[in-house]
């Protein structure tokens, strides 16, 4: 790269902080701070839905996993489309009935204050190993890949800058800076495929050069990777934890002004899902055919034997894009890196504020709350910095495997407390806490045994079969002992439970979101049946 490259990411680099400055502003109230005072449009909560979820699995996670695997992983993204209608059409009526803040607070009005304590707890351990630390390391190498940046230097930049506008703005902060970065990532990633496809000789070339099974979205059941079991009945636990009752992402529909415009919400974001497979697998597979062709310049480095893939994404920026352009789209791989660390710090702190904070010093200002939320964020920075070293170890089979497997460990119990929780009213506080703890023994067992290589009858299940038996297991226990112990208080838990007078919408545009849905449903159905 050269100076107006340099000069482009600098730029950038002083707009994001303008912002986070601006945002500064009255931010004395935890209203604002941490829900930007829930009068927010759909446009910018869908942008941000969608920038906040593309962090490092995606821009170095599934351009490697491209160049490895072809289009498989891009089940996942997929999925996702259906994922944010479930949580647009089933949870979000109920999240903006109760008016609550946090995803732990809304258990503790399901069930128990033990069991928000819990979700806080575990939120925060899988924010550490499955987001912090990833996004972390994965702006590292693309520091050190495109613009030559010593790795852990990288990693300071990235996690100062994007500290420094996270704790300043807050909520509002993060959405306003995730909207802008929207269209960088996007317009980035699209100029990427484009250049790419136009250097191997476009999509047919592609294709006759791709390995085999690559431009399948679907494996047999004998796959040892990904089965088409897995993917249908494992991987929609992970979709339904992720999506739909992680504090991460639910935040942003927290922050909606009614229950209508969440739903738009998660709609446009469903449509955005649709892209990554384009966007950021594609270009993994270009890289693929380069780098295989013996008349071509580009080559990724081996080690050992073994192409070191990671940086995918960013060799081919500085591989193919001229000058300047260089310099727009690493700001854009940046902004997507420091979207997802922005918004998982702020939901982070929220959790640390409201769920353990406040609960145990229920007499402290608005302004003392929000001043615990930002020396938190600076405390999870330094958390998630030291957990590096082993994920780097854990993520030898490629990023975006890592998360998704450590995610397996963590989602079942918590979707199935959710989600039975929701639809049957008979389920009570001993029934979701045995589930809960079952669920975390269980996982925690199985990482540990990953960690350090004990093979066992919990390492031996696909981790995506693992998350469907984790789950019925859970759903079993829970089931079990609620019906053992006595009933829950009905009149307690009447407004977080489905009932069949509950209402999917607030507004007269409700024809129009559901004709909107229908055309989603239909773009997936496509898309399957194209790669099929």
């Given at each position: 790269m050269i100076f107006i490259d340099y000069f482009v990411v600098g730029l950038y680099f002083a707009l994001i902080l303008g912002i986070g400055v601006y945002t500064s502003k009255n931010k004395d109230n935890t209203s604002e701070y941490f829900l930007a005072n829930r009068n927010l449009g759909w446009f910018v909560i869908g942008a941000s839905l969608f920038a906040s979820n593309i962090g490092s699995e995606h821009l170095v996670g599934l351009a490697e996993s491209g160049f490895k695997k072809g289009l498989i992983e891009s089940q996942f993204e997929i999925l996702a489309a259906f994922m944010l209608l479930i949580l647009g059409w089933v949870f979000v009526p109920f999240y903006k009935k109760s008016g609550v803040t946090t995803m732990p607070e809304y258990l503790e009005r399901r069930f128990s204050s033990s069991a928000r304590m819990y979700l806080s707890l575990v939120s925060i351990f899988a924010y550490v190993i499955t987001k912090i630390s990833v996004t972390i390391f994965a702006g590292a190498v693309v520091f050190e890949t495109l613009l030559g940046i010593d790795f852990w230097t990288g990693a300071v930049i990235v996690v100062i800058v994007t500290g420094l506008y996270t704790i300043l703005g807050g909520l509002k902060a993060v959405i306003y800076t995730?909207?802008?970065?929207?269209?960088?990532?996007?317009?980035?990633?699209?100029?990427?495929?484009?250049?790419g496809l136009d250097a191997i000789g476009g999509w047919e070339n592609m294709v006759a050069s791709s390995g085999d099974g690559f431009m399948s979205l679907w494996r047999t059941a004998s796959d040892p990777n990904y089965p088409w079991t897995a993917i249908l009945f494992g991987a929609p636990i992970l979709g339904v934890w992720y999506w739909c009752t992680d504090q991460f992402i639910v935040q942003r529909v927290l922050a909606a002004e009614n229950e209508s415009v969440g739903r738009k919400a998660t709609i446009f974001a469903g449509f955005l899902k649709l892209t990554p497979m384009f966007i950021f697998v594609v270009p993994g597979m270009i890289a693929y055919t380069m780098h295989n062709d013996p008349s071509?310049?580009?080559?990724?480095?081996?080690?050992?034997g073994v192409v070191q893939s990671s940086g995918t994404l960013a060799a081919m920026v500085q591989f193919?894009?001229?000058?300047?352009?260089?310099?727009?789209?690493?700001?854009?791989?940046l902004s997507a890196l420091m979207s997802s660390l922005s918004s998982v710090f702020n939901s982070c702190s929220t959790l640390i504020t409201w769920d353990i904070y406040k609960k145990y010093n229920p007499?402290?200002?608005?302004?003392?709350?929000?001043?615990?939320?930002?020396?938190?964020?600076?405390?999870?920075?330094?958390?998630?910095?030291?957990?590096?070293?082993?994920q780097k170890a854990l993520s030898e089979g490629g990023l975006f495997t890592y998360l998704q497997s450590v995610q397996a460990l963590i989602s079942p119990p918590i979707a199935a407390v959710f989600l039975l929780g929701l639809f049957i009213k008979r389920i009570n506080s001993q029934g979701a806490m045995a589930a809960l703890y079952t669920g975390a023994v269980l996982g925690v067992s199985r990482l540990v045994s990953e960690v350090y290589g004990f093979e066992n009858i919990l390492t031996q299940p696909l981790f995506l079969h693992f998350a469907l038996y984790l789950f019925l297991i859970c759903s079993m226990v829970m089931l079990l002992v609620s019906y053992m112990t006595p009933e829950p208080d009905y009149e307690k838990?009447?407004?977080v439970i489905y009932t069949k007078n509950t209402s999917n919408g607030d507004s007269s545009d409700l024809k129009t979101d559901k004709i909107l849905t229908g055309l989603l449903i239909v773009c997936v159905l496509l898309i399957w049946y194209t790669f099929r």
């Open positions: 995730d909207t802008i970065q929207m269209f960088l990532l996007l317009g980035g990633s699209i100029l990427v495929t484009i250049f071509s310049a580009f080559k990724l480095p081996v080690q050992d193919l894009l001229p000058a300047g352009l260089r310099g727009l789209v690493a700001a854009g791989i007499n402290k200002s608005e302004k003392d709350l929000v001043k615990v939320g930002q020396v938190a964020t600076g405390v999870l920075v330094l958390t998630g910095m030291l957990w590096i070293p082993f838990i009447k407004d």
